[in-house]
Nanobody, 116 residues
């Protein structure tokens, strides 16, 4: 059974930084592209950043140049370094496979709140 455990969120002032981590148990990590998603209150979940099993990355336009996704295959962990945070980055952040289907459960997420 796959489990995804996100951590590292918190309250930060605009312009600050946070580093999120997601530990993935089970067999999905090694061969899957992984991604970070976020869901702000009252909005749909959106993809923020993705990384292939080989390390190629891509980003939503809204975070490009500010966020960096990385993975440690040995630790089965995906990271999201978030710099120059803005109030509009406030959301619950989740990790999961890049090409999500209902077969993959969501973790509890980690709350990121950016104050102005």
């Amino acid at each position: 059974q796959v489990q995804l455990v996100e951590s590292g969120g918190g309250l930060v002032q605009a312009g600050g930084s946070l580093r999120l981590s997601c530990v993935v148990s089970g067999s999905i990590f090694r061969t899957n592209d992984m991604a970070w998603y976020r869901q702000a209150r009252g909005k749909q979940r959106e993809l923020v950043a993705a990384i292939t099993s080989g390390g190629t990355t891509n980003y939503a336009d809204s975070v490009k140049g500010r966020f960096t996704i990385a993975r440690d295959n040995g630790k089965k962990t995906v990271y999201l370094q978030m710099n120059s945070l803005k109030p509009e980055d406030t959301a619950v952040y989740y990790c999961n496979v890049r090409y999500w289907t209902p077969n993959y459960a969501w973790g509890q997420g980690t709350q990121v709140t950016v104050s102005s």
